[in-house]
């Protein structure tokens, strides 16, 4: 099946530093990523919607500014957390949306791994 | 909105025990409803899907049937296994592969 990779799987940063995250798609071309983010024993609240070569949109009470997203290309998005402080701290997931090559009955989101933020 | 209940785990069964974890949506249209399941250490996989009222998915002798009439999809397996113990999560969408909505997954733990 496809495969979503994501680096760093984890990392441990300061307070006030910025950290990104990069999400891959290995083996097909994603007009669509989704970032998520998951705080323990709860369930995955989508962070924002990544379109390929146009700004993302974002959920409500997500601060655009804080977490910058980027898809500059068809295979990779990444989240920039910036000034990140404690309560960034978090599972952050994303997923791409393999829709270019397969029938709309087929249209499947795939998950990566997940990176685990700690902001001291 | 939109919304989605599972049921709160973490659900303990001995390996070959019936397994069902209840999921029951709230929406304002007609999603499609979806069964993910996490194995440690690993991304979300897709474990089954419904798109319409009265279908049901299945997967790996897991099953699910979408119940329009009371909003919900509950997850069943006859007999477990240990390689099953995972986080289970009900989702849905309104696109197949768009925007997905989660419950807030079901810890599965299975014995030997």
């Known amino acids: 099946g496809a495969v979503v990779s994501q680096h760093p799987s984890w990392v441990i940063c300061k307070s006030g530093t910025s950290v990104k995250i990069e999400c891959r798609s290995l083996?097909?071309?994603?007009?669509?990523m989704f970032w998520y983010r998951q705080f323990p024993k709860q369930s995955l609240m989508l962070m924002a919607t990544?379109?390929?070569?146009?700004?993302?949109?974002?959920e409500q009470g997500v601060e655009k500014d804080k977490f910058l997203i980027n898809h500059a290309s068809l295979t990779l998005s990444t989240l920039t957390v910036t000034s990140a402080h404690p309560e960034d701290s978090s599972f952050y997931i994303c997923?791409?949306?393999?829709?270019?090559?397969?029938?709309?009955?087929?249209?499947?989101?795939?998950f990566g791994p997940g990176t685990r933020l700690t902001v001291l | 909105g939109d919304s989605v209940t599972q049921m709160e785990g973490p659900v303990t069964l001995s390996e070959e025990a019936f397994l069902t974890i209840n999921c029951t949506y709230t929406?304002?249209?007609?999603?499609?409803l979806f069964w993910y399941v996490q194995y440690p250490g690993e991304g979300l996989q897709l474990l089954l899907k419904?798109?319409?009222?009265?279908d049901k998915g299945s997967n790996k002798g897991f099953e699910a049937t979408y119940r329009k009439e009371t909003t919900s999809f509950h997850l069943e397996k006859g007999s477990v296994q240990v390689s099953d113990s995972a986080v289970y999560f009900c989702?849905?969408?309104?696109?197949?592969?768009?925007?997905?909505?989660f419950g807030q997954g079901t810890e599965l733990s299975v014995k030997p």
């Open positions: 419904a798109t319409k009222a009265d």
């Open positions: 989702a849905l969408s309104y696109n197949q592969g768009g925007k997905l909505i």
């Open positions: 990544s379109n390929e070569g146009s700004k993302a949109t974002y």
């Open positions: 083996d097909f071309q994603a007009t669509t």
């Open positions: 997923s791409a949306r393999d829709y270019i090559s397969l029938a709309p009955s087929t249209d499947t989101q795939y």
């Open positions: 929406a304002t249209g007609y999603p499609s």
